[in-house]
């Protein structure tokens, strides 16, 4: 299995390199050979989340390696969803390397299978944490979307069509992540209840997990009231972006708390 995970990785970082190549001496044979290897990096990394679920008997969801592995799946899969209904080719040269920032995170992690812990071994499994990996994807890809709309302003090779369209997309990427992560938090509370007596204790994650919803809930409300536009929210999302990492993998490394095995 860690042949297909480190193939999956080389043809993930072939990709970013072609893309970058490709987008800065104009080459679109470049270009679109990037996009057909980050389809192949794709197909192995699909074949390694269902090898590694085989192997061990479960959703491969259990711990920080298998978190951020299946993060980094879930934010190439929003992006092949996005460029194939879409045609947001323009994407790719931000959410690419975005994929493979996560993966290689991931690579850095112990990725022995444990059995799962007794406080995970709950129908809630699935749902709370799944839901975790759609959120933040879709949190990601939408910071990706913002940059791409702050290069496109610095270089002003984009019209405001193609500026409208980003700034939709990202608000439409926003919303997903946001009814997941509310997911995440009731479906959280529930399970935390079941296994330790008590919806909320303030633990570190469950409170960056808040933090995390209070600052993209900021994001809906000033999109939809018109308070802010364009620049002022692609700059929201970027740095929103930060927040989510730290979420995610932050806590887990810097503070000790009930989610630390997560």
Do not use: C
Request: net charge positive; charged share 15%; glycine share 8%.
């Amino acid at each position: 299995m860690k042949t297909l995970f480190f193939a999956a990785f080389a043809l993930y970082a072939a990709a970013v390199i072609l893309q970058f190549s490709g987008t800065a001496f104009r080459k679109e044979k470049l270009t679109k050979l990037a996009w057909f290897v980050f389809l192949g990096a794709f197909a192995v990394h699909t074949g390694f989340l269902i090898a590694r679920g085989i192997a061990a008997k479960r959703l491969p969801l259990s711990n920080q390696f298998e978190f951020a592995n299946a993060f980094a799946w879930g934010v190439a899969l929003m992006l092949i969803v996005m460029r194939g209904r879409l045609r947001t080719d323009w994407l790719s040269v931000v959410a690419m390397p975005a994929a493979l920032l996560v993966m290689t995170y991931a690579a850095l992690q112990p990725m022995e299978i444990r059995d799962l812990m007794p406080a995970l071994r709950s129908g809630w499994f699935g749902v709370h944490i799944g839901s975790a990996v759609l959120s933040y994807a879709a949190f990601v890809i939408a910071g990706s979307i913002g940059l791409r709309y702050l290069l496109a302003l610095r270089k002003g090779d984009a019209d405001k069509k193609a500026l409208s369209q980003m700034d939709f997309l990202s608000y439409r990427m926003v919303a997903f992540g946001f009814l997941f992560l509310t997911i995440v938090i009731v479906s959280g509370a529930i399970w935390a209840e079941q296994a330790w007596s008590s919806f909320w204790s303030w633990d570190p994650k469950e409170v960056w997990a808040l933090i995390t919803w209070i600052i993209y809930a900021v994001f809906l409300h000033l999109r939809v009231r018109g308070r802010l536009r364009g620049k002022a929210l692609a700059w929201y999302l970027v740095i929103a972006v930060p927040v989510v990492f730290f979420t995610f993998a932050g806590v887990n490394t810097l503070m000790h708390g009930m989610h630390t095995y997560g």
